[in-house]
């Protein structure tokens, strides 16, 4: 590890944009010499900086405890980031291959000497209208950090901002990186294949110091042209030397090709692919209403789009009914969980539960080999209802909230394929002397069953613990619907990780919760403006006797009540049994804050 000072007051870039042409002579004087003195210094040691710009001089306070504008540090970004990689035979899994096929070997990669999981998703343009600057790709990719994903698929290359780059060395987010060959279904090979590797060889020279750079892939579903092919694989061996290059985004080595619908959440346990880096899989994912408003009229909302009446409008934000993302399967499984949505508020409040559920078995199917998945896709570019885990408008969804669960370093979590309760260790060292516990409540919060057991685990490594009770006499105490809680905690008590989960008897039946009272909560809340930012802590209450369910908070504008975005929320879309407190950190730019306070609702 590397500690560095901490640059508080931010980029120069950041100085420069808020205080347009009002910088004080004598401090660019001083920063400029700094500058100078670094690159010498630099220079002297045998090094170049290739990057020499106003994002990369980080300012620093100088140890006072607030920006002190007398006394800034120039310094640059520095880090150790070793790339290897594997290819090796491996025992395939005891499953259907899906329509790519399997293979004897498998990629694993490793950063600095420990194998590297790659949790994330793919994008594709960062904005339909290609408006994405700084500021916006340091709200994406903080947001991936944030629901504890280590990797982004520049998808066949759409990206080619610095700024992206930028942000995923700042986050430590590695970047899977396509060239622009797609899907041979849906493009032609190159017409001019020496204009191709120009073009190809302008670009691996200009990323190559991005310490993100992980992975570089010819063809997207397909394999390039033999001869684009060899010339890509000499190019990377060549001009970015330690990064690997892989023919096929989706056979091979690794694996991919969806789904990309709803389905149950046993089911995700048993696809194809877990055995391999996964390219590709995802599922509708609904924005919450309040985003609706914002890309809907209101007499277009409903009907819903279903297939006894069908709505256009829906559809051109990607709620198609066929298709990959087949939304009538989602339309089933929702009337399944809790009766057809009879407006389109209930619809966005509905499948919150679904895509929670959905977007958690998704990564959290991956523990029995840990090997890396890529959500089909994590980011929009556009208002869309499918196919992401916050909006367009920066609005964490309950898929967020599900992802940043299930791909923390050290979980806990329910197997729904052997109903076993597991420990896996992704990347947080050896631990020893924990204690998973378990228990399964009725929908009114009293516990009916509860074990717990100690427990040592490696790194990159499972733990089963124990299976959840199967005999009558327990089920039969049990509602229509209940709830299984889980906890990790270390030896001191102090809890690593837990989960909550909503199991129907008929599986995905939940409509016995509709007949719940709706909970009482009291929110008690604290701010501080800290350099650019509002931080706040919440504490949250079920000062009721029924549990509080899916609880979501949302930040806004103290006078107007706009919402604020982007937001980062410690937890979000979370339950709290009757009695029950939980405390929720809360920050935001105050730039986001429309000129108000922020408050929490």
Sequence with gaps: YMAMELAAVGSL???????????DVARVIKICQQVAQALQCASDQGFVHGDVKPENVLLDANG???????????????????????????????????????SDRRLSLYVNGRRFIGFGG??????????????????????????????????????GDEEFYEACDRYGIMIWQDFWLANPYDGPDPYYEDLFMDNATD????????????????????????????????????????????????????????????LPVRDYFMLFGLDRFHSERGMPCIPNYESMVQFMDTADMWPLNTAEHPNAM??????????????????????????????????????????????????????????????????????????????????????????KKA????????N???????????????????????QLLTQTGEVKWEQESKLDIAEDAIAPCFSLPQDEQVLSTLTDTYFIRLSLSDAAGKVLSDNFYWRGKEDGNYRSLLTMPKAKLNIES???????????????????????MMVHLTAESAKTHQRILPVLYSDNYFFLMPGESKEIYISMKVADCHGEEPVVR
Excluded at 314 to 324: M, N, P, Q, R, V
Excluded at 340 to 368: D, K, M, T, V
Excluded at 407 to 414: D, M, V, Y
Aim: contains cysteine; neutral net charge.
């Design 13 to 23: 870039f950041t100085i420069m944009n808020a205080n347009p042409g009002k910088t």
């Design 64 to 102: 006072n405890s607030t920006v002190n504008t007398d006394w800034f540090d120039a310094i640059f970004k520095t880090g150790i980031r070793q790339m290897t990689w594997s290819e090796d035979p491996y025992e395939k899994a005891d499953i259907v291959p899906g329509s790519f096929g399997t």
């Design 122 to 159: 793919n994008w594709g343009l960062s904005e339909h209208n290609l408006n994405y600057r700084a500021r916006e790709y340091d709200a994406a990719i903080r947001y991936h950090r944030d629901m504890n994903f280590t990797m982004i698929r520049n998808w066949v290359g759409q990206i």
């Design 203 to 262: 670009w691996v020279r200009r990323i190559r110091n991005h310490p993100s750079i992980a992975l570089y892939v010819g063809r997207n579903e397909g394999y390039p042209p033999v001869t684009l092919d060899n010339a890509l694989r000499s190019l990377v061996h060549e001009s970015h030397p330690g990064i690997h290059y892989i023919s096929h985004s989706a056979a091979g080595v690794v694996s991919g090709g969806g789904p990309y619908r709803a």
């Design 314 to 403: 829906y559809g051109l934000h990607d709620y198609c009914l066929t298709s990959a993302q087949r939304t009538q399967t989602f339309n089933e499984r929702l009337n399944l969980a809790f009766g057809e949505p009879q407006s389109a508020q209930q619809f966005a409040e509905y499948s919150q539960w679904l895509c929670y559920n959905g977007l958690r078995a998704i990564f959290e199917s991956r523990s029995a080999y840990r090997r890396g998945l890529l959500l089909w896709m994590s980011h929009p570019s556009w208002p869309s209802f499918v196919w992401q885990t916050y909006d367009y408008y920066f609005d964490p969804t309950a898929a967020y909230f599900a992802c």
């Design 407 to 414: 791909c923390e370093p050290l979980h806990i979590q329910w």
């Design 416 to 438: 729904a394929a052997t109903d076993q309760v597991e420990v896996v260790n992704y990347r947080a060292g050896s631990q020893s002397n924990l204690v998973a516990k378990a």
């Design 526 to 548: 604290q701010k501080a403006k800290v350099g650019e930012e509002w931080q706040m802590t919440c504490k949250v209450t079920n000062t009721s006797e029924v549990p509080a």
